[in-house]
């Protein structure tokens, strides 16, 4: 005699996924918080956005504190209260860069224009309407400084995590030390360093090139540790396998590691140009800063957008601040650029 069972489906579940029940939960929090705070600012001594804020957070999280006991239990405490601080602290690194963004997008927008980047400063003046000329040799600027101080950083950046990584001399604990030495070294001190020892006792002169240099001397360190990073993330079963295939150390680390690590070698020179890329201050001493186109980064005064900003800044028009407005948001849309692409970059697998 057979019989036949019934069967039943069984649905895969998320535990960890927040149910209606959870969300509705969630939301009634937040809007009794609101109400609780804007009650909070309305009849005790709170005041201001600050006091709103503050007397939201201590509601919400007295109120999450209360729904998660009374669902999980009293062990419920310390997890509510713990995970109410995290939201906190995000809310708070999140709220400052989301301003800075909202602000520079509203002013910067307004002196957008197509002359902006197909003109120069040397026929118009900060203090002409916004409609007369443009920042395109400071963006022409911008881009040769990066292009030189990636080609003078980016190999010796690698070079050095190499030998940190693969070679390990005797060496190793100095160089070490040194490049997170530089790591913190004030970007003005870079640019003096260049005015004083190159500017003033060699034939290059103030140009694009002596930038770069200080700007290089800024970008080594992010390039060397992130570098370094990304190399200790390959296993150590390819370098064994390139070395028990008889390959010699240096065919093994530049057939087998480096490729291995392509993406974040990538993501590193992204992540130093991107370090460099707002950097004012060593470009005041370096530089010059012209108003005129100039192709030929080693003769005559340049011109980069941080400079461009600080020089509108400095006089303190209704005009020449719409115009850093304006170069802040075209330098802030290419590191935001640059940033993501490292991101995206960073996040692929190695293969």
């Known amino acids: ?153 980016v190999p010796m950046g690698i070079m050095t995590a190499l030998y940190l990584t693969e070679i390990r001399g005797k060496g190793s604990n100095l160089i070490q030390f040194v490049v997170q030495a530089m790591s913190g070294v004030p970007s003005v001190v870079a640019g003096l360093f260049i005015f004083t020892s190159v500017i003033l006792i060699t034939p ?48 093994t680390v530049a057939t087998i590691v480096v490729p291995a690590a392509r993406n974040g070698l990538i993501t590193a020179t992204i992540l130093g140009v991107a370090r460099i890329a707002g950097e004012t201050a060593p470009l005041i001493f370096t530089i010059g800063g012209a108003d005129k186109l100039n192709l030929n980064p080693f003769k005559d005064y340049q011109s980069a957008l941080p400079f461009y900003v600080w020089k509108g800044l400095t006089l303190g028009t209704p005009e020449s601040i719409q115009r850093s407005w304006s170069a802040i948001l075209i330098l802030l849309i290419l590191v935001l650029a640059l940033f993501t692409t490292a991101r995206t970059l960073g996040g692929r697998r190695m293969k």
């Open 1 to 153: 005699m057979t019989t036949t069972a019934n069967v039943i489906e069984v649905k895969p579940r998320k535990p960890w996924k927040a149910t209606p029940t959870d969300r509705a939960t969630t939301a009634f929090v937040l809007l009794m918080g609101l109400v609780i705070a804007a009650a909070a600012v309305k009849f005790t001594g709170l005041s201001g956005k600050l006091g709103f804020v503050f007397a939201f957070v201590i509601a919400a999280t007295a109120l999450e504190v209360f729904f998660s006991i009374r669902k999980y239990g009293r062990k419920a405490l310390g997890d509510s209260i713990a995970t109410s601080l995290i939201y906190v602290g995000a809310t708070a690194t999140f709220l400052p860069v989301a301003s800075i963004l909202l602000i520079t997008l509203k002013n910067g927008v307004k002196g957008l224009r197509w002359n902006l980047f197909t003109t120069d400063m040397f026929n118009a003046s900060f203090l002409d309407p916004i409609g007369n000329g443009g920042l395109l040799h400071a963006l022409i600027g911008t881009l040769l400084l990066i292009v030189i101080a990636m080609i003078l950083s």
């Open 204 to 251: 290059l002169k103030t140009s694009a090139a002596a930038g770069a240099l200080a700007l290089t001397i800024l970008m080594i360190p992010t390039v060397t540790r992130t570098s370094q990073e990304v190399l200790l993330l390959v296993p150590g079963d390819l370098r064994e396998a390139g070395l028990a295939m008889g390959a010699t150390q240096w065919k």
